[in-house]
C-alpha cells in the first residue's frame, strides 16, 4: 500500500517542485492510517553550487536535462536525494521486533519505489508532547508533539534499522534562498517545510515595499534557523532583527544568511526570550513574524510557554510595536488552537491559512495563520 501511495503522491509533487525550484517537500503524512509515518523528500545541492544564483541554473539545467532524457540526468540527482521519515507514536504498544520489522519493511518499500539507497533516509520517531523543547512542531496537523528521548524500545530499536552510511546534511533551496539542513542530529531538520508559501509572502511584501520606494524594519520571533528572515532579507527589509533561546540555531541561522550571500554582522541578533524581549522592546517595526511553538518549558526562558494561554499576550505585545501600518503575521501548529478576535481590541484580524498552504500540504494542513494590524 505504501509503495503505491507514495509513487503517486511523488509522480504529482516532483513535477509541482521542479516548476517551481522546490528542493524539498513532504510526500506523504499519515495518508493511510495503518501506516503513521510522515515522509520528506530532500534533494540537496551539489558541493560546486555556492549562490543562490548557481542553485537556480543548476536547478533549471537538471530540470531540462532529466526532460530530454539526458544519461545519468536522473541516477545523478537520486545520489543527491535524501528522505526523513518520522514514525508517529502509536496509541498501544508493539513488540521490540515487530516495530523493527515493520519499519525495515516500510524503509525497503520507500528505497525500492523512489530508488533511493537506504542509506539515505533518516528516521525519527514523533511521540505527543508532555514538555518539550522550543523547537518540537508537528510533521502534520493532528496533536502537538516532541522528540523524546524515552520513546520506547521497539522505536528506538526500529529506527536504527537504516543506519546512514552518509552525511545527512546538505543545502537545499527554495523560491530563490539556499538553507542547511540537518536530518539526522534533530527531530527538526532546521526547515519547516509548510510555511514555504509564508516565506514567499514576507519576501513579496519586503520586496514590494521597496520598489515602492518604503523602508521596511522586521522583527521575527521565535526564529530557530531565521528562514523568514533570509526571506525578508532577500526581498530586501532595510533592517531585520531575529530573537531567539539558542545560540546553536542563531549561529545555524547566521550560516543561513552567509549562504545567500548575506554578511550577518549587517543584521541584528538576540539571544533571549521572546515574551521578555517584547516587554523591554520600544523600536517599532513594519513587518512581525510570530511563529512560536505549541509548548516550550526551556530553562533559558522565564516562564514555561502555551500558546492556547499565552497567544493573545505575545500578540498584543506584537502590535504594540507595530508601526503604522504594519501587519503581525502570526501562525500556530497547535491543532487545538481556538483564535477569538475579542481578545485583542483595537485589532483588525484575517486568516490567511489558505494562502499559505502548497500543494504537499494540502491534505494534512499543519498550520494556521492570521493576518492582524492595528485598527488606527
Known amino acids: 500500500m505504501l ?15 521542479r516548476k517551481n525550484s522546490v528542493t524539498c517537500f513532504r510526500l506523504y503524512d499519515r495518508d493511510i492510517p495503518e501506516i503513521p509515518l510522515a515522509i520528506d523528500l530532500y534533494e540537496f545541492l551539489p558541493d560546486d553550487v555556492s549562490t543562490p544564483e548557481e542553485a537556480q541554473d543548476f536547478i533549471n539545467s537538471q530540470a531540462a536535462a532529466e526532460s530530454a532524457n539526458t544519461p545519468g540526468a536522473a541516477s545523478r ?38 530508488c533511493v ?37 521497539a522505536q528506538e530499536a526500529a529506527v536504527q534499522k537504516a543506519p546512514q552510511a552518509q552525511e545527512a546534511r546538505g ?12 536530518l539526522e542530529s534533530y527531530l527538526d531538520t532546521g526547515l519547516f517545510l509548510d510555511m514555504r508559501p509564508a516565506r514567499a509572502m514576507i ?15 522586521v522583527l521575527n520571533l521565535f526564529c530557530y534557523t531565521s528562514s523568514f528572515s533570509v526571506a525578508a532579507a532577500s526581498g530586501g527589509a532595510d533592517f531585520v532583527q531575529s530573537v531567539d533561546l539558542s545560540n546553536t540555531y542563531l549561529n545555524w541561522s547566521k550560516k543561513n544568511f552567509g549562504l545567500n550571500g548575506f554578511d550577518p554582522e549587517n ?28 509548548f516550550s518549558n526551556s530553562k533559558s526562558a522565564a516562564n514555561d510557554l502555551d500558546i492556547k494561554r499565552d497567544w493573545a499576550k505575545l500578540c498584543s505585545a506584537c502590535l504594540r510595536l507595530l508601526d503604522k501600518g504594519g501587519e503581525l503575521y502570526f501562525s500556530t501548529n497547535s491543532q487545538r488552537f481556538t483564535f477569538d478576535s475579542g ?13 499559505t498552504i502548497d500543494p504537499d500540504f494540502k491534505t494534512k494542513k499543519s498550520h494556521r495563520m492570521w493576518l492582524l494590524q492595528n485598527a488606527d
Open 171 to 182: 543545502r537545499v533551496f527554495e523560491n530563490g534562498s539556499i538553507f542547511f539542513v540537518d
Open 267 to 294: 543584521f541584528e541578533w538576540t539571544k533571549g526570550d521572546a515574551m521578555a524581549f517584547l516587554d523591554k522592546e520600544a523600536a517599532r517595526f513594519d513587518i512581525i513574524i510570530l511563529d512560536p511553538p505549541t
Open 117 to 153: 539507497d537506504k542509506g539515505r533516509i533518516a528516521a525519527k520517531t514523533r511521540l505527543h508532547e508532555k514538555g518539550g523543547s522550543q523547537y518540537a512542531k508537528e510533521a502534520g496537523g493532528g496533536a502537538s508533539l516532541a522528540y523524546n528521548e524515552s520513546r520506547s524500545q
Open 77 to 114: 540527482r537520486l545520489e543527491r536525494t535524501w528522505l526523513k521519515v518520522f514514525l508517529y507514536e502509536r496509541p498501544y504498544e508493539k513488540p521490540e521486533e515487530e516495530e523493527r520489522e515493520w519499519l525495515g519493511a516500510m524503509t525497503d518499500a520507500l528505497a525500492e519505489c523512489l
Open 3 to 17: 509503495k503505491n501511495r507514495v509513487a503517486k503522491n511523488h509522480k504529482l509533487l516532483r513535477k509541482w517542485a
Open 343 to 355: 481578545l485583542l481590541p483595537g485589532a483588525t484580524a484575517q486568516e490567511i491559512t489558505e494562502r
Open 203 to 217: 519576501k513579496e511584501k519586503c520586496s514590494d515595499r521597496k520598489k515602492g520606494g518604503l523602508k521596511t524594519r
